[in-house]
């Protein structure tokens, strides 16, 4: 909301006595003559403000101080931005804008916005320094309130810094498990690159040229490198063996599993009578050979030409 203009009501009796009996709350009066409260309710004038009008912003000059009559209203810093904050909200009986009497330059220390509809009273810098001339002792008063107000002000700005810590240690928590992400992704990533490489190694070069008969042969990985190979063994002239495989799992133990399932297929192929009895060589082999559990399905047939 955007300011809006006060409206200045002249008090009656009635309402002289209302507020008289209001400012007698407040603890910088509460201590007055009652011939002082009387004085100052009947000549302080009375401004009344809607909901969420701004009555000033912080760092603007400004000569009086407001006493809330009814309502109330919001105290908070840096307005209207990113870190705007309310430190507090103020009723009837409490001063608002009363830091601004007691700079040299009568800069407001924060801003102060209705909180809901608003009666006040405002007190203006003459007033103040009248009433100062008047009752001296309220000296020591406003010492007490300027020190309660520091201690306010430099408990709300501990309590911001505590809450920023805790953003920027959940920031920083953050961050690292991204990083930790990352390097894990990164890791995973030269593990499947070093995978494809030991498959890409291992996988024949060259298909077979039999008369009559053509080979093709392709693998593309869906997802990641696997285990996955097929092989072509010369057992003769006129026998060849064609194995295809699929290792359990992923990655560079599989791709070494599936380097030791080819090379002991190659060993057993060559010396065993039929598919079945290499293939159970192998089995007995990579059972006392295999300590993680893994597993692999293989085709191995011999083609006679």
């Known amino acids: 909301m955007y300011r809006s203009n006060a409206v200045g009501l002249e008090s009656d009796d009635a309402s002289a006595k209302m507020h008289a009996s209001i400012l007698g709350q407040v ?15 009947q ?8 909901a969420q009008t701004i009555l000033f912003e912080e760092g603007e000059t400004g000569a009086q101080c407001y006493v809330v009559l009814d309502g109330a209203v919001e105290i908070i810093k840096a ?30 220390t924060a801003s102060v916005r ?26 020591y008063k406003i010492v007490r309130m300027l020190s309660i107000r520091l201690g ?32 894990e992704k ?27 008969i053509d080979f093709d ?3 593309v990985p869906a997802r990641a490198v696997g285990g996955d190979f097929f092989d072509f063994i010369q057992l003769s002239d006129r026998a060849t063996g064609i194995v295809i495989g699929d290792v359990s799992g992923k990655g560079v133990p599989s791709a070494i599993f599936m380097a030791l399932t080819r090379s002991l297929l190659r060993a057993e192929a060559e010396r065993a009578a039929t598919p079945e009895e290499a ?9 006392n050979m295999n300590d993680a559990g893994m597993f692999v399905t293989v085709l191995y047939g011999i083609l006679d030409h």
Do not use: Y
């Not at 000549?43 to 809607?50: I, N, P, Q, W």
């Not at 209705?114 to 320094?129: G, M, R, S």
């Open 152 to 183: 306010e002000s430099g408990n709300a700005t501990i309590r911001d810094l505590q809450k920023q810590n805790r953003q920027l240690e959940q920031a920083l928590s953050d961050l690292q498990a991204a990083q930790a992400q990352l390097i």
């Open 217 to 219: 042969a392709r693998i």
């Open 79 to 108: 307005l209207g931005t990113p870190d705007e904050r309310v430190l507090s909200v103020r009723g009837p009986g409490e001063l608002v804008g009363e830091m601004s009497l007691f700079d040299a330059d009568h800069r407001r």
């Open 186 to 212: 990164e890791k995973l990533d030269r593990e499947l690159e070093l995978a494809w490489r030991i498959q890409e190694s291992i996988l024949p070069r060259t298909l077979p040229q039999l008369e009559h």
């Open 27 to 41: 603890p910088l009066f509460d201590a007055l003559p009652d011939v002082e409260i009387t004085h100052l309710a």
């Open 43 to 50: 000549t302080l004038r009375r401004s009344v403000f809607g």
């Open 279 to 287: 293939l159970g060589n192998v089995n007995r082999h990579l059972l």
């Open 114 to 139: 209705a909180h809901t509809n608003v009666k006040l009273l405002e007190i203006t810098h003459a007033h103040f320094d009248a009433l100062l001339h008047r009752q001296p002792s309220l000296a």
